[in-house]
């Protein structure tokens, strides 16, 4: 099994940025299909970024330009740089890894941007 906990979130006028980190409990090196996801109270969670063992990214539309996944093997994190935020960003940040063939899913952290 694996355990991620997700951190960083908070509270931030729009135009400004946050930084989300991702803590799995074992190496980030043996977990696949990295990726972070958000959900807005009553709506279906969305994919937002996702990054792969060798480095390769992709992000949704809506985020693309303004934020930047990456893996950082020395430090065992995922981390999610969210800049020129939009209050449409609000919403609940969740961690997604797959290990072994199975998703595992953090708590959560949630991300308000005030207009």
């Known amino acids: 099994q694996v355990q991620l906990v997700e951190s960083g979130g908070g509270l931030v006028q729009a135009g400004g940025s946050l930084t989300l980190s991702c803590a799995p409990s074992?190496?980030?090196?043996?977990?696949?299909?990295m990726a972070w996801y958000r959900q807005v109270s009553g709506k279906e969670r969305e994919w937002v970024a996702s990054?792969?063992?060798?480095?390769?990214?992709a992000y949704a539309d809506s985020v693309k330009d303004r934020f930047h996944i990456w893996r950082d093997n020395a430090r065992d994190r995922l981390t999610l740089q969210m800049n020129d935020l939009k209050p449409e960003d609000t919403g609940v940040y969740y961690c997604?890894?797959?290990?072994?063939?199975?998703?595992?899913w953090g708590q959560g952290t949630q991300v308000n941007v005030s207009s």
């Open positions: 997604k890894g797959v290990y072994k063939g199975r998703d595992y």
């Open positions: 990054v792969v063992s060798g480095g390769a990214t």
């Open positions: 074992r190496s980030i090196a043996v977990i696949n299909g």
